[in-house]
């Protein structure tokens, strides 16, 4: 039987990424997603609202999560986004929720998308 791989990696993961995410209220240099620029093709969310995309196997689903800067995120991507990701794997989304983190101190002004794709 293969170990599922759980969320402590992911928390390993995003503490490695804590030093790109600014810390205190977005400047007048935060851009809405919408005129950010680039837009990652897997989620469609704009590079400048994401930190991390993460994937683990999870039984007979992938399980992934989308860490986006709040400020910097577009809704109507974000809303968008958990089926782009699915079908640019080739699977249908199962489930999808957007959430704070559990220690939102860590990683000020982001949050975490989690989809389920089958």
Do not use: W
């Amino acid at each position: 039987m293969g170990a599922k791989v759980k969320f402590p990696f992911v928390v390993v993961a995003l503490l490695a990424l804590a030093g790109c995410v600014e810390t205190g209220s977005p400047g007048p240099e935060a851009k809405p997603a919408a005129a950010a620029g680039k837009i990652e093709p897997n989620t469609g969310i704009s590079e400048s609202a994401l930190v991390a995309v993460q994937g683990f196997p999870d039984g007979d689903t992938m399980l992934y999560g989308i860490f986006y800067q709040q400020a910097r995120a577009d809704q109507a991507q974000l809303k968008a986004a958990p089926a782009k990701l699915c079908a640019s794997r080739g699977k249908t989304l199962v489930f999808a929720e957007d959430a704070a983190l559990e220690h939102p101190g860590t990683l000020p002004g982001v949050r975490k998308l989690m989809v389920r794709c089958k």
